[in-house]
Nanobody
């Protein structure tokens, strides 16, 4: 059974940076499409960034140029580097793993708060 564990959330000032990590276990990490989603209070969960098994990436328009998604298959880990953070980036960030129609797994989330 695949499990995902996020870490790295914290309180930072506007303009600061955070690096989120998501460690996977129990599956074949290298074949999964991995993604980061976020959910702010009172809002729906939204896609932030994704990375395929072939390392193709995509980003929400709101984070393009500020966030970078990457993966290390040797460590079964996906990262989200978040720079130039804004208060509107405050949310719980969730990691997601997908493979065909056979797999759709979520982590428990990690809180990132951007505030002065």
């Amino acid at each position: 059974q695949v499990q995902l564990v996020e870490s790295g959330g914290a309180l930072v000032h506007p303009g600061g940076s955070l690096r989120l990590s998501c460690a996977a276990s129990g599956g074949i990490f290298s074949i999964y499409t991995m993604a980061w989603y976020r959910q702010a209070p009172g809002k729906q969960r939204e896609l932030v960034a994704g990375i395929t098994s072939g390392f193709t990436t995509n980003y929400a328009d709101s984070v393009k140029g500020r966030f970078t998604i990457s993966r290390d298959n040797a460590k079964n880990t996906v990262y989200l580097q978040m720079d130039s953070l804004k208060p509107e980036d405050t949310a719980v960030y969730f990691c997601n793993a997908r493979y065909s129609t056979n797999l759709d797994v979520w982590g428990q989330g990690t809180q990132a708060t951007v505030s002065s």
